[in-house]
């Protein structure tokens, strides 16, 4: 019997969820946020206990306690938010920095260039402040005029480059481990000025945990 299960039937013996079983059980699912697969597992163990419970106690207000933990279950599904920009204009460039200064514990960076000196001073400030900020690049670009790659690194932020004859050509960032930046979008003035650009933000579990997975696996190959 795992512990999810064991603490639902725990929280299940008077019908109700209290202020305290909510708060630990939202800790319990919050580890399977975004997988279908567990989810549907685990609610279709919620339905069996709630019917265990009206056939040995005749209690409908089981009923109650159900309703409430498959809200619990699905509370990021039904929190997921996603919006677009679009460039030429500023649109994209302002919610790039507006991510870059939320930031509060890392910062995970995949792109292909970044030549605007707006994105840098937000990427400095942002590591004054104690955001813990990874940087993979191209190499490619990485010693064009106007580059920031080279003064980021010597900042101090971490910075891998795609020495590979293939271009490294995603443009991705991952805030706090649970925001998602994608998009054509590069981190260059052209981009914002002259460009026919998008970016997605959106707080997505499962594709966040997707870009995470194909960032680690990128940073652990050039490492």
């Known amino acids: 019997m795992s ?45 069996k206990l709630t019917q265990e419970a009206i056939n040995e106690f005749g209690q409908i207000t089981a009923l109650d306690w159900l309703q409430g933990f498959i809200k619990l279950l699905y509370t990021k599904e039904n929190k997921t938010k996603a919006s677009a920009f679009f460039s030429p204009g500023d649109d994209c460039l302002h919610r790039i920095r507006q991510l870059i200064s939320e930031s509060r514990s890392d910062l995970d960076i995949c792109v292909f260039t970044i030549t605007d000196d707006r994105i840098v001073r937000r990427l400095e400030e942002a590591q004054a ?24 690194s010597k900042s101090g932020i971490d910075c891998r480059l795609d020495r590979t004859d293939a271009h490294m050509h995603h ?11 994608t998009g054509s979008y590069n981190w260059t003035r052209a981009a914002a000025a002259e460009n026919d650009e998008n970016i997605v933000i959106t707080n997505n579990p499962r594709l966040v945990r997707s870009f995470t997975r194909k960032f680690e696996e990128i940073w652990a190959k050039l490492g």
């Open 129 to 152: 402040r104690g955001v813990k900020i990874r940087i993979i690049s191209d190499n490619d670009k990485s010693m064009d005029s106007g580059s920031d790659l080279t003064h980021l």
């Open 171 to 181: 443009k991705f960032a991952i805030s706090d481990q649970d925001l998602l930046l």
């Open 3 to 47: 512990e999810l299960e064991v603490f639902m039937k725990e929280s299940l013996e008077d019908f109700a969820l209290s202020r305290s079983e909510k708060k630990s059980l939202k800790n319990h699912l919050s580890r399977i946020a975004g997988n279908p697969i567990e989810q549907a597992k685990t609610r279709q163990l919620a339905f």
